[in-house]
């Protein structure tokens, strides 16, 4: 079945510091990828989306890079803000369709950012 | 505004005692969702509906039940709910099953079974 995997957290960076969170998936078919942040005491958002190998999705200074070869999906920003501290997840829907109707996501990963 | 919204925020219950959980979307949209969140464990699927009266079971749908009689509504209800169910959990919709990578959820309930 369907699977994605992030790093571990938690992750605590300074302001100003680069960020990357690691993110790999298994799937069937040609599945589109995602990542969502979940701000303190809110739901998630989706914050950026690739559909097709090679896209790059990109939102408010965040990137990722599908990467087909290397299953990956891995979150990028240049220049952390302290508002930049939440949960970040990855996740995944297959684009195969038939019966899997869902979006899976990964465990999620903490980041922290001190001033 | 468009936005999905979730009823109650917080409740705490006791062992056995039957709940509903509402979830209600202005958006139009056909595809809804529902997910509990734990430490750990991530996010994980309960139950989706692609449209009325067409719902399935996701990841973990023991003990939970849900309808869909309408379009903008999907409530969860727990019969019989037990502490295992301490949970947070999230409503979530989007304008179809094609595009289930884009939702959008709700605020999200916590619910403490004692």
């Known amino acids: 079945g369907n699977s994605v995997t992030q790093m571990e957290g938690p992750v605590t960076l300074s302001e100003e510091a680069f960020l990357t969170i690691n993110c790999t998936y298994t799937?069937?078919?040609?599945?589109?990828l995602f990542w969502y942040v979940q701000y303190p005491g809110e739901g998630l958002q989706l914050l950026l989306k690739?559909?097709?190998?090679?896209d790059k999705g990109s939102n408010k200074g965040f990137e990722a890079t599908y990467r087909k070869e290397t299953t990956s999906f891995h979150l990028e920003k240049g220049s952390v803000q302290v508002s930049d501290s939440a949960v970040y997840f990855c996740?995944?829907?297959?684009?195969?369709?038939?019966?899997?109707?869902?979006?899976?996501f990964g465990k999620g990963t903490l980041l922290t950012v001190n001033p | 505004e468009a936005q999905v919204t979730q009823n109650p925020r917080y409740l705490i219950t006791v062992t056995g005692k039957k709940l509903t959980v509402t979830c209600s979307q202005n958006?139009?949209?056909?595809?809804m969702s529902w997910y509990r969140q734990d430490p750990g464990l991530g996010l994980r699927q309960i139950y989706y509906?692609?449209?009325?009266?067409?719902?399935d079971k996701g990841d973990v749908p023991e003990g939970y039940k849900v309808s869909r009689k309408e379009k903008r509504n999907f409530p969860l209800i727990l019969e019989s709910p037990s502490p295992n169910q301490t949970s947070l959990y999230f409503c979530?919709?989007?304008?179809?099953?094609?595009?289930?990578?884009?939702?959008?959820f709700g605020p999200g309930t916590r619910l403490t079974v004692t």
């Open positions: 979530a919709s989007s304008l179809s099953f094609r595009e289930r990578g884009e939702q959008y």
């Open positions: 799937a069937t078919g040609y599945p589109s």
């Open positions: 690739a559909t097709k190998a090679d």
């Open positions: 996740a995944l829907s297959d684009g195969s369709g038939g019966s899997n109707y869902k979006l899976t």
């Open positions: 958006m139009n949209h056909e595809y």
């Open positions: 509906s692609m449209n009325v009266e067409v719902t």
